[in-house]
């Protein structure tokens, strides 16, 4: 019977085995499944944005030399002024390890005034051939030898490329950002360039010399995953290295022919697992105890029982013995029972009559017998049951105790977690909610527990969906999972929560409440619709950009918007603005003309900025008459704004088409749009030039240059010396225009520069230098100031080479801007300042005289005193015989 027992509680340990077994080799493989799925979605998702955000920072320092490369003073070729410049900009901007600016012929010199070729470099040729900012490849300083990538920008000055700004980055600093963008601290970032060559890694012995596409060790699906990378393709795939397992996912780096990858071991996930077998085994052990418990009492103790009485009943035939009932529900036990019964009751009649003689005395002693042996079973049975109790009793203290501290461990993993929790019965009462998710709401736990959590969490305008999904959720016992929720905070802020919600149930399966944990994802979907809200609109205007006007005209030309009206419109005078009086009033302009546009639409019109100077309207479902009145309103716009702001007029040239209401080709109708824009803009911008330059002359006046009597005296003393040197009168109609607009381009100077009442610092003293080129380019776009552009351009110009901007030298200079420099010279000595008073005549007359050779002609000084002096004594000789016909 022993033998029983072992064999029926190795067959059920056996059946628990394979049956359980199998049921836990299910679980792991599709918990394996799930892992990985969750892995490779997290790896893709942490690489898709730790590219775009080493894009967004390659991106941000290329436009740092764009800006630089369009600023006058870069593009002005004063070596020793661009040298101070790119070493301030190499102050501020500590990513660079030096700046250079080269030449068109490359020629080069750096922040250091160190000169340098780089006419060799494909940075050099790719910019100069294309007139494009690009970012290069790794490659080694020739003054540091460090590993380094080059961002170059062109230097354009009238549409032509003369040269470039550069800038070094170590290639460090560019490690040192993809290192830091890893799943946990588990997994490595890395960057290959197009020819498979690492460029950044957290191993710095594998950087610019490590390629695995040249490794014949490599294994074959890091190369097949290096090649696609190479190729700008975005995946996610499996290899081994050393022996271990890795995942690998890859995507571009946006900007740059570079591909960004992320690593993690595959153990991350088998780690994971490691604890299934050990529950396997407790499971097991737990149902094999319980089995063999079930087996021993229903079928083992039964037949244990029937063989002791059976035995007892062959040692006592002549005895009639009472029959043990088995206690069990197994029908074959039942069924053993009966027919054993009836045997035995087939016996005892047949030795009844034989032993009918010694009955009463054979009754008496079996009946004494039986007595004593239900005593001794009775105590055997009840010490059995004690000391099973006993046992069930330490079994349940050790489960309880271990429910605790399980319980204790969990509520404590779920109050420290940094994840939105909480848990809610089939009410949406919250019945419990972790510190994290109290911090980030600003609630009091006594505030929420016990409360609606749709009353309190959840906005006004999503509470009844949000209830209503809660419902379905209790009644389908299907959770569906959204990618997303808001949730509202004490003071009013949405927050959004990535959910992962669990059914809770009761010992009866009914469904009780939902258990809810969630990431705060809030700044990351700010990133995401800041990334879509640049991608698709101009940073300056804040309209659609070019990329989002061709994917609409794509898209419209596919859909049922017919017809379609385009309008073109173009800032007359721009670039003048630019030149004159810099990048921030032309700026302001484009600003000011999107408004005015912005103004003129319906909400579902497009409106785009799609160049410089250029902006486009889409009108869906437009006929001709309603895009003519369209472009009626922006030009009625423009001719209110004008009329209430004289001192600076807004000239915009305008073309328009409409689509044909099938075959609708918007490529056509744009060009036929902007054709007409064209048109317009060659009849008007002279006009448009010319009313800019009046704006700024009125903006001089209002800025006291030509008042005060200034340019009158200077245009009597030009004329004077002129007269006395017998010039023409052409010339001294030049000259008189000169005195009058010389200092023009001080209209593009800051205020605080022009009225400092003391003296100018060398940089302050550099930016009023630029008045002289300012002026050059206004009265270029004037046709009446356009034959003393040139004039305007050198009239700061010394007569011993020292003056600027271009450093000319006695007869090389004009001869009218030499008459303008003594004549402006006296006025201004004689002429009360806001920091000195004037001098007298004389004092004027000797420091003329002190820079003859210096600054002034030597031949033109003395005529010019003599001429001031005869204008003199002619005053007062005219003033005596006035005063005697007077009196």
């Not at 993809?178 to 290959?192: D, R």
């Not at 059995?384 to 501290?405: D, G, M, P, V, W």
């Not at 009442?757 to 050059?776: C, W």
Request: hydrophobic share 40%; proline share 3%.
């Amino acid at each position: 019977m022993k033998n029983l027992k072992i064999n029926v509680t190795r067959l059920i340990i056996a059946a628990l085995i394979f049956g359980l077994g199998g049921l836990s080799f299910l679980i792991y493989i599709r918990t394996r499944e799930v892992l990985n799925t969750n892995l490779e979605t997290q790896i893709s998702s942490l690489t898709l944005s730790s590219s775009a955000e080493v894009g967004l920072w390659l991106f941000a320092h290329k436009k740092e030399l764009e800006l630089m490369a369009n600023t006058p003073l870069i593009k002005s070729g004063d070596r020793e002024a661009i040298i101070s410049y790119i070493n301030k900009e190499k102050e501020r901007t500590k990513d660079y390890e030096q700046f250079f600016v080269t030449n068109s012929i490359g020629e080069a010199f750096s922040d250091e005034n160190q000169s340098v070729s780089a006419a060799d470099r494909d940075y050099f040729k790719k910019v100069m051939s294309t007139g494009q900012s690009i970012i290069s490849d790794p490659m080694i300083s020739g003054e540091s030898n460090n590993p380094i990538i080059v961002i170059a920008a062109p230097i354009i000055k009238d549409n032509k490329v003369i040269g470039l700004v550069g800038g070094n980055i170590r290639l460090l600093d560019l490690n040192r950002i993809v290192s830091s963008k890893t799943v946990g601290e588990i997994g490595s970032a890395f960057i290959v360039q197009q020819d498979g060559l690492t460029i950044t890694h957290p191993d710095p012995e594998l950087i610019l010399t490590y390629n695995p596409l040249n490794d014949d060790n490599a294994a074959r699906d890091l190369k097949i995953a290096v090649r696609k990378m190479t190729q700008g393709e975005t995946g996610f795939t499996r290899f081994s290295v050393n022996n271990e397992a890795q995942y690998l996912a890859y995507v571009p780096v946006p900007g740059v022919q570079w591909s960004m990858g992320v690593t993690v071991p595959a153990t991350y996930v088998t780690n994971q697992l490691r604890y299934l077998p050990i529950d396997f085994i407790t499971v097991t052990v737990f149902f094999g105890f319980i089995s063999a418990f079930f087996l021993n009492r229903w079928l083992v103790k039964p037949l244990t029982e029937l063989e002791k009485y059976s035995t007892e009943l062959n040692a006592n035939l002549y005895k009639k013995v009472d029959y043990y009932q088995l206690i069990s529900p197994v029908i074959e036990v039942k069924s053993l029972e009966t027919n054993f019964r009836k045997m035995v009751v087939a016996l005892q009649e047949t030795f009844e009559e034989v032993e009918n003689s010694k009955s009463n005395l054979k009754d008496e002693i079996k009946e004494k017998t039986m007595i004593q042996e239900d005593l001794k079973k009775s105590y055997e049975e009840l010490w059995a049951s004690e000391e099973e109790l006993r046992t069930n009793f330490e079994k349940l203290q050790s489960k309880e105790k271990s429910l605790i501290e399980s319980e204790r461990r969990f509520r404590s993993l779920l109050e420290n977690v940094k994840l939105v929790t909480g848990i809610l019965d089939k009410d949406g009462r919250l019945i419990f909610v972790n510190d994290f998710a109290l911090g980030l709401t600003g609630y009091e736990k006594e505030e929420v527990i016990g409360q609606s959590f749709f009353n309190i969490f959840i906005p006004d305008a999503l509470r009844g969906n949000a209830i209503r999904w809660f419902n379905e959720c209790l009644n389908n016992k299907i959770i569906d999972v959204k990618d997303y929720e808001p949730i509202q905070t004490k003071n009013g802020q949405i927050r959004y929560v990535a959910w992962n919600h669990t059914l809770l149930y009761d010992s009866e399966g009914n469904v009780t409440g939902v258990a809810s944990i969630g990431k705060d994802i809030t700044e990351l979907k700010k990133f995401q619709e800041k990334l879509e809200h640049v991608s698709f609109h101009d940073a300056l205007t804040d309209l659609y950009n070019r990329t989002y006007f061709e994917e609409k005209m794509r898209l419209l030309e596919n859909g049922d918007s017919t017809p379609v009206g385009i309008i073109v419109c173009d800032v007359n005078g721009l670039k003048l603005v630019n030149d004159s009086l810099g990048h921030g009033a032309g700026d302001k302009l484009l600003r000011l003309t999107a408004s005015l546009i912005k103004m003129s639409f319906r909400e579902e019109d497009l409106i785009f900025r799609i160049g410089g100077d250029e902006f486009a309207i889409i009108l869906p479902k437009s006929e001709l008459p309603v895009v003519e009145q369209a472009c009626n309103r922006i030009r009625k716009s423009v001719e209110r704004y004008n009329v209430e702001n004289e001192e600076f007029p807004l000239s915009l040239s305008m073309g328009f088409a409409v689509s044909e209401k099938t075959n609708v080709n918007l490529d056509k109708v744009f060009k036929e749009a902007d054709d007409g824009m064209y048109r317009q803009k060659m009849h008007r911008s002279k006009s448009a030039r010319s009313a800019i330059v009046h704006a700024m002359m009125k903006a001089l006046e209002a800025r006291d240059f030509i008042t005060e009597g200034h340019a009158d005296r200077l245009q009597n003393l030009v004329v004077s010396l002129g007269g006395a040197m017998s010039l023409s009168q052409r010339t001294l109609a030049d000259l008189r225009l000169l005195a009058k607009f010389h200092d023009i381009g001080k209209v593009g100077i800051p205020d605080r520069i022009l009225f400092k009442p003391g003296r100018l610092t060398e940089e302050e003293f550099k930016e009023m230098q630029r008045h002289s080129d300012i002026g050059h380019r206004i009265a270029q776009s004037a046709p009446d100031l356009l034959p003393i552009a040139d004039f305007i351009l050198r009239h700061h110009e010394w007569w011993n080479g020292q003056g600027y901007p271009l450093g000319l030298k006695e007869e090389a200079i004009p001869l009218e801007c030499r008459i303008l420099a003594i004549a402006d010279a006296y006025d201004a000595m004689t002429s009360n300042r806001p920091y000195r008073k004037a001098m007298s005549q004389e004092q004027a007359f000797q420091e003329l005289n002190k820079h003859i050779g210096i600054q002034f002609d030597p031949t033109l000084v003395p005529i010019f005193i003599r001429v001031i002096k005869l204008d003199q004594s002619l005053i007062r000789s005219e003033s005596i015989v006035k005063f005697t016909s007077d009196h």
